[in-house]
């Protein structure tokens, strides 16, 4: 399954939406309205059966789909949004709450220096969900493919029991 590779139907955006990215003035995380919701409503659309996590959950912990693109990682960190959102209420989110609200004042964009900041985050508060630190910190560092943001969020994903329970 290439669950990780996201077209964008040549229109810039998440799931082949104008606008959908955590930049676009009109992503609106946490409304109602906006390209958020409608790329939310997407995602949890693709990814409602188990089977469909798992195999995406997979696809993250391999680094990406081998065609890895920032389109990857844009969904990955709305899945991560949307977990964590989920979470919050369940109680499977840890301090994950916290870069919920990063990725929405857009600390995690910018390409490589986002990305930097995304893992630092997310290893910081690993332990938050009972994961090891030691664990994802080796695997953050062993990025030989340059997959090591999308091994991350499928590690923070695993122990937020994404498979099990969906964003």
């Known amino acids: 399954m290439a669950a990780a590779s996201t077209t964008d139907g040549g229109s810039g955006g998440l799931y082949g939406i104008s606008g959908a990215s955590w930049s676009s003035p009109s992503w609106n995380w946490g409304s109602a309205a906006g390209t958020g919701h409608d790329a939310a409503m997407i995602c949890r659309d693709k990814f409602s059966s188990p089977v469909r996590r798992q195999e995406y959950l997979g696809v993250l912990l391999n680094g990406g ?62 332990g938050s969900v009972g994961g090891s630190v030691p664990q994802i910190l080796a695997v953050a560092e062993a990025d030989g493919d340059g997959g090591s943001a999308l091994r991350v969020v499928g590690l923070v994903l695993k122990k937020m029991q994404f498979v099990e329970t969906g964003c």
């Open 65 to 126: 789909s081998g065609e890895s693109s920032s389109l990857d990682l844009e969904e990955a960190k709305l899945v991560l949004g949307l977990t964590v959102q989920r979470g919050r209420w369940d109680g499977t989110a840890g301090a994950y709450g916290e870069v919920m609200e990063k990725m929405a004042s857009l600390r995690y964009e910018g390409g490589s220096q986002g990305e930097e900041k995304l893992i630092e985050d997310l290893i910081g508060r690993y």
